[in-house]
């Protein structure tokens, strides 16, 4: 490694990619610092320095990448963090740091799925009524408010700390967070007798039991599209990720190949 590896390289995590890439880049030794946006009590936390809360916007970000020294900035947020994505591309902007986008590529649809994409919750909860009246309700404790008006269906919600009201009326929440396995997703969507899921397109492993055990029973799914993100340079794998971070450090060092 160069001395510019002690520069500390910023990636905007909280997803398992994001842990991935700090636990390789510690083992390479290069400095990493992992920003977690707080919003859950108790996180799974990454290898390495980590910071917590907010950045005050792209200016606010910007002003911090000058006084750490960063040398390149990995956002490995999740897919839908539109805020954080958005403050990313113009703090980079803004300060000539380079930035990298690290995205899971989204679901696909297989044989034997029923899915129907909706463009927003919005979108998803107007969909609602005519796909079924017990809804299994997997798309985190924000944005719930879509689904409070929807007093005809019942609510299976799963979140991982409690979330904020308005809440549908007819609800019941569990805690939990994955991964989950087919079978035990099977066993909730028969115990609960689900006859719909709704989730964000969100990718990976994590969470795919559910589209798995929707998939067996014969249920729809409403899948939320991913939002838009700003046009920057985006890979779609951890091993990527670190070779365009060593091309960032100019380093020859083959461990970080």
């Known amino acids: 490694m160069t001395d510019r590896s002690r520069q500390p390289v910023l990636v905007l995590g909280g997803t398992s990619e994001a842990r991935a890439l700090a636990a390789a880049l510690e083992r390479y030794g290069v400095r990493v610092i992992s920003s977690l946006a707080g919003r859950v009590k108790k996180p799974r936390l990454p290898e390495g320095e980590v910071r917590i809360g907010g950045f005050g916007g792209p200016e606010g970000l910007a002003a911090w990448l000058r006084t750490e020294g ?3 900035v990995v956002d490995a947020t999740h897919p839908f963090a ?26 696909q649809a297989g ?10 919750l919005d979108d998803a909860a107007r969909m609602l009524p005519e796909l079924g009246t017990r809804v299994f309700l997997t798309t985190g404790r924000q944005g719930l408010a879509a689904f409070a008006h929807l007093s005809d269906v019942w609510f299976l919600i799963r979140c991982v700390d409690p979330p904020d009201p308005p809440l549908p009326p007819r609800a ?6 994955g991964p989950y396995t087919a079978e035990g997703e099977l066993a909730l969507m028969r115990e609960h007798r689900i006859d719909v ?38 890979v779609g794998t951890v091993a990527d990720a670190l070779e365009w971070i ?7 060092d083959q461990k970080a190949r």
């Not at 902007?93 to 990298?100: I, N, W």
């Not at 044989?111 to 927003?120: I, M």
């Open 70 to 72: 960063v040398v390149a």
């Open 82 to 107: 539109e805020r954080i994505g958005a403050s990313a591309a113009g703090a980079a902007e803004a300060t000539g740091v380079p930035l990298l986008r690290l995205e899971r590529a989204g679901w």
């Open 111 to 120: 044989a034997g799925d029923d899915w129907r994409w909706a463009d927003s």
């Open 172 to 177: 019941e929440v569990i805690l939990d967070r």
């Open 197 to 234: 899921v709704v989730t964000k397109d969100s990718g990976g492993s994590y969470t795919e039991a559910k589209l798995t055990a929707a998939r067996e029973l014969g249920r729809p799914v409403v899948v939320v599209r991913r939002p838009p993100r700003p046009a920057v340079t985006t």
């Open 246 to 252: 060593r091309s960032e450090l100019g380093t020859t």
